[in-house]
């Protein structure tokens, strides 16, 4: 009976901790600062802390998030980021930000995901055409149209997009629930890796002739993050 027991709280400990570690770490002490320096740091989920005690407010703060950007480029978007990259502070709190700014009449945040968070948007001014693909074997598309002060999530992991539907330029703000949520914009990944996936393997996937891959493996593919 105490084996089955002990069976019983392994399955159940094995479960929690499926769940415990779906995101970032929890963090083990208030707060530890990333820094590049690895002589006196120690590594912590994937960037070495500093000292606490040599810790500033500069570790814990990123300005101009009010500030649009220049939205001219292929897709007519531009994402700024503010993660630990940005905000060292941020290192095992598992929480990031980004400002999105799309040009008029289709700017667009290309269907991309992010493998290490979900994203919750924020519209601040203009008119969001938004969505996400569910995964196999539904695929199902859900969409919605974004005013400002409207929110809408996008689940961990599922290809998404933002598209600007307005006559003038719109921005938002997402929040992610990671440190370091990480981005892969599809199109870029597929068509313009390096080295290059082969055309044929494209070709048969997309079921699509291999002259049309060829042209699309040649295409200069913007990143707008």
């Given at each position: ?17 499926s ?18 320096d ?95 693909v ?12 974004l ?79």
């Open positions: 009976m105490k084996r089955v027991h002990f069976l019983a709280t392994f399955v159940f400990l094995a479960f929690a901790a769940f415990a570690f779906a995101s970032d770490p929890s963090p083990l002490q208030d707060f530890c600062v990333a820094i590049n690895t002589k006196d740091g120690v590594f912590v989920n994937g960037k070495f802390c500093k000292d606490p005690k040599l810790a500033t407010e500069n570790d814990f703060f990123f300005p101009g998030l009010n500030i649009a950007r220049n939205t001219s480029n292929p897709v007519g978007s531009v994402v700024t980021p503010a993660n630990v990259a940005q905000i060292p502070g941020l290192n095992t709190l598992g929480i990031s930000l980004v400002r999105i700014d799309y040009a008029p009449y289709g700017g667009l945040n290309p269907p991309h995901t992010h493998p290490r968070a979900t994203e919750i948007l924020t519209v601040l001014e203009g008119t969001l055409y938004v969505g996400f569910t995964s196999n074997p539904d695929n199902r598309l859900i969409t919605k149209v005013n400002p002060g409207d929110v809408f999530v996008f689940p961990v992991g599922l290809i998404h997009f933002q598209f600007n539907v307005g006559k003038t330029k719109a921005s938002a703000i997402g929040a992610l629930s990671s440190q370091n949520p990480g981005v892969i914009t599809i199109a870029n990944a597929v068509f313009g890796s390096t080295p290059p996936i082969r055309s044929d393997v494209l070709a048969k996937a997309f079921q699509v002739d291999k002259n049309i891959v060829d042209y699309l493996q040649k295409q200069f593919w913007y990143d707008n993050n």
